[in-house]
C-alpha cells in the first residue's frame, strides 16, 4: 500500500525488494485490493526485485584471487541490486522484505550492527522513503521484548502485531520511534480492508 499509494497519489515511483515471496504472489495479493501492480510495472512506475537468489550464495565466494564471505557478498549484492533498480524507475519510495533473512546470517552482534549500518548508510544514499520490513523476535510491548538491532539503526520504527484482548487478538499498531516527528505512542487497533490499513486512532487497545 505504501508503495501504490505512492505511484497512484503521488507520482512517486517505487521498488520492492523480495527476499521471499515471489512476483506472482505479491501481485496476485495486491490485486484483491484493486491494485494492478503488472499495470504499474509496465507504465515504468514499479519495479519487483527478485533478492531470493542471494539466500542460496554458498559460504564462501572467489571473486579472482580474492575470497569473499557470503553475508559480505549477500549485502553488497543487495545494496547493488536496490540501487539500479531504484535509478531504473526513479523511484522515491522503496520496500526491502523481509530483512530477517540478512540478520539471520550474523551471531555476532558487533558484526550485525555494523552490517545494519552499512545497509541504512547505503539505503540513504538513494534518497528515498525506505521501509523495511522484519520480524518480531518476541511479541508484547516494548517492555516485555529485547529491542531488535534494526529498531536501534533505523529512523523510525512502526510495530504491527496481534495482542490478545480478553479471548479475542486485536491487531494493534504502534508508532515507537520517529526520529523529528511528534508521534502518538499509543498502541491503537487497526484493520485491513478493501482499500488497504485503517488505523482508528481514537480507540485504545486495552
Given at each position: 500500500?505504501?508503495?501504490?499509494?505512492?505511484?497512484?497519489?503521488?507520482?512517486?515511483?517505487?521498488?520492492?525488494?523480495?527476499?521471499?515471496?515471489?512476483?506472482?504472489q505479491?501481485?496476485?495479493?495486491?490485486?484483491?485490493?484493486?491494485?494492478?501492480?503488472?499495470?504499474?510495472?509496465?507504465?515504468?512506475?514499479?519495479?519487483?526485485?527478485?533478492?531470493?537468489?542471494?539466500?542460496?550464495?554458498?559460504?564462501?565466494?572467489?571473486?579472482?584471487?580474492?575470497?569473499?564471505?557470503?553475508?559480505?557478498?549477500?549485502?553488497?549484492?543487495?545494496?547493488?541490486?536496490?540501487?539500479?533498480?531504484?535509478?531504473?524507475?526513479?523511484?522515491?519510495?522503496?520496500?526491502?522484505?523481509?530483512?530477517?533473512?540478512?540478520?539471520?546470517?550474523?551471531?555476532?552482534?558487533?558484526?550485525?550492527?555494523?552490517?545494519?549500518?552499512?545497509?541504512?548508510?547505503?539505503?540513504?544514499?538513494?534518497?528515498?522513503t525506505?521501509?523495511?520490513?522484519?520480524?518480531?523476535?518476541?511479541?508484547?510491548?516494548?517492555?516485555?521484548?529485547?529491542?531488535q538491532?534494526?529498531?536501534?539503526?533505523?529512523?523510525?520504527?512502526?510495530?504491527?502485531?496481534?495482542?490478545?484482548?480478553?479471548?479475542?487478538l486485536?491487531?494493534?499498531?504502534?508508532?515507537?520511534?520517529?526520529?523529528?516527528?511528534?508521534?502518538?505512542?499509543?498502541?491503537?487497533?487497526?484493520?485491513?480492508?478493501?482499500?488497504?490499513?485503517?488505523?482508528?486512532?481514537?480507540?485504545?487497545?486495552?
Amino acid at each position: 500500500m505504501f508503495l501504490a499509494n505512492g505511484f497512484t497519489k503521488y507520482d512517486e515511483h517505487g521498488v520492492f525488494i523480495s527476499l521471499e515471496e515471489s512476483r506472482e504472489q505479491l501481485f496476485r495479493e495486491m490485486s484483491r485490493y484493486g491494485i494492478d501492480l503488472a499495470r504499474a510495472e509496465k507504465d515504468g512506475q514499479f519495479a519487483f526485485v527478485d533478492a531470493s537468489p542471494i539466500r542460496h550464495i554458498p559460504n564462501l565466494i572467489k571473486a579472482g584471487s580474492i575470497t569473499i564471505g557470503k553475508k559480505e557478498f549477500s549485502l553488497v549484492s543487495l545494496l547493488d541490486s536496490i540501487k539500479r533498480s531504484v535509478s531504473a524507475v526513479n523511484a522515491k519510495r522503496l520496500v526491502v522484505d523481509p530483512l530477517s533473512y540478512l540478520m539471520f546470517q550474523y551471531t555476532d552482534q558487533a558484526e550485525l550492527r555494523g552490517a545494519m549500518l552499512d545497509l541504512v548508510e547505503g539505503l540513504y544514499e538513494t534518497k528515498t522513503t525506505v521501509l523495511l520490513a522484519s520480524e518480531l523476535s518476541r511479541t508484547g510491548s516494548v517492555t516485555m521484548r529485547n529491542i531488535q538491532m534494526e529498531e536501534y539503526v533505523a529512523h523510525g520504527t512502526i510495530i504491527m502485531q496481534s495482542v490478545p484482548v480478553g479471548k479475542s487478538l486485536v491487531r494493534s499498531i504502534q508508532v515507537q520511534k520517529m526520529r523529528e516527528s511528534d508521534i502518538d505512542r499509543q498502541p491503537r487497533p487497526y484493520k485491513i480492508g478493501k482499500t488497504g490499513i485503517e488505523v482508528y486512532s481514537k480507540e485504545s487497545i486495552f
